[in-house]
């Protein structure tokens, strides 16, 4: 069975600062990889998604994450940090018969 | 616009009862999922099914049924109540597996006391 593991459960960042959340997996077959983000009192929705096309993949308001078969590795990154990107943010690995979540990391935006 | 709903948004109850949150979909998915979540864990699969009369166990099933008559609905029964169960509860659903994305509702919060 597969795994996820996200380093770092709080991350707080300053507005315009980079984010970086980190993920990692463990699969026995080659995985297909996603991030999702939950504002308060929401469902969670998807930000991006790895398919073993493109190693580095561009998501929805601005995130972007890099598949790194070596590291087992799916972090997800920003270059600048705005206030409405203060959610949490879960990394998930799915095979064709099973689907996992990390714990979640809450991202924290200060002014 | 195709949509997943959950019903009710809010629930509190007593322990020992019975207790049923209605899922929904618009979508036309085949697969549809229930999850619990809780601070430190994540979201931890409960039941899922893959169509039309399929269920199957999750992670954690213990106190928890499902069934699917068609293909909008999953309704979640809590058999009796526990506090252990107080959580927010969330429904998905996917087209298919693997590659395939699940979209959520927006989640019922259940208070047993």
């Known amino acids: 069975a597969q795994s996820v593991t996200q380093l770092g459960s709080h991350v707080s960042v300053s507005e315009g600062a980079l984010v970086l959340l980190r993920c990692n997996y463990s699969?026995?077959?080659?995985?297909?990889l996603f991030w999702y983000v939950q504002y308060p009192n929401q469902g969670l929705q998807l930000l991006l998604k790895?398919?073993?096309?493109?190693?580095l993949v561009k998501g929805i308001n601005g995130f972007e994450a890099e598949f790194k078969k070596s590291e087992t590795s799916f972090h997800l990154t920003k270059p600048s940090a705005h206030m409405s990107d203060a959610a949490e943010y879960f990394c998930?690995?799915?095979?064709?018969?099973?689907?996992?979540f990390g714990a979640g990391t809450r991202l924290t935006v200060k002014p | 616009d195709a949509e997943i709903t959950q019903s009710p948004r809010h629930k509190i109850t007593e322990t020992g009862r019975q207790v049923t949150l209605a899922c929904h979909q618009t979508?036309?998915?085949?697969?549809m999922f229930w999850y619990r979540q809780d601070l430190g864990h994540g979201l931890r699969l409960i039941h899922y099914?893959?169509?039309?009369?399929?269920?199957n166990k999750g992670e954690v099933s213990d106190g928890y049924s499902v069934s699917r008559s068609n293909t909008e609905d999953l309704p979640l029964t809590l058999e009796s109540a526990a506090s252990s169960q107080t959580s927010v509860y969330f429904c998905?659903?996917?087209?298919?597996?693997?590659?395939?994305?699940?979209?959520f509702g927006p989640g019922t919060r259940l208070t047993v006391l």
């Open positions: 998905a659903s996917s087209e298919s597996r693997g590659a395939f994305e699940q979209f």
């Open positions: 699969s026995s077959v080659p995985p297909y």
């Open positions: 790895y398919t073993s096309a493109a190693t």
């Open positions: 998930a690995v799915s095979t064709f018969n099973d689907m996992r």
């Open positions: 979508w036309n998915h085949n697969n």
């Open positions: 099914s893959y169509g039309v009369q399929d269920t």
